[in-house]
């Protein structure tokens, strides 16, 4: 253990950081639930509300967004992903094409496979 990390630890709030950081995958499951997460890396992330997504990013990056999130576009009224320049992606190569996503809206999808 580094000097810094231990005198972290016995710091008199260590046992509140501890307490508080064991929530972190509850809050960032919902957050992917809920479609929030736009960026996640090491211990943070970037949340955004769909308001916000749909107008600072645009259709195409909402959509890709809420895909990375689990989602499938299809199971919340869209026809699908978008490519870049706005067409229609071929839904054959997807990865929820044989289950559906990860979420069906907020309902976790029973079907739902990792891992190929």
Known sequence: MSKPEKQ???KPYA??????DQHWSE?????????????????SATLATH??????LGEIEYLRIQQ???HCPKDFGCPGCL??????KD???????????????????KQYKTGG
């Open 8 to 10: 972290l630890q016995q």
């Open 15 to 20: 046992a509140y950081r501890e307490d508080a």
């Open 27 to 43: 809050i960032m499951e919902l957050a992917e639930k809920y479609g929030f997460i736009l960026q996640a890396y090491g211990g």
């Open 51 to 56: 308001r916000a997504q749909l107008e600072q």
């Open 68 to 70: 990375m999130n689990g």
């Open 83 to 88: 490519t870049a320049d706005g067409a229609l």
């Open 91 to 109: 839904c054959g190569s997807c990865w929820a094409a044989t289950n559906g996503g990860k979420w069906i809206r907020f309902d976790k999808n």
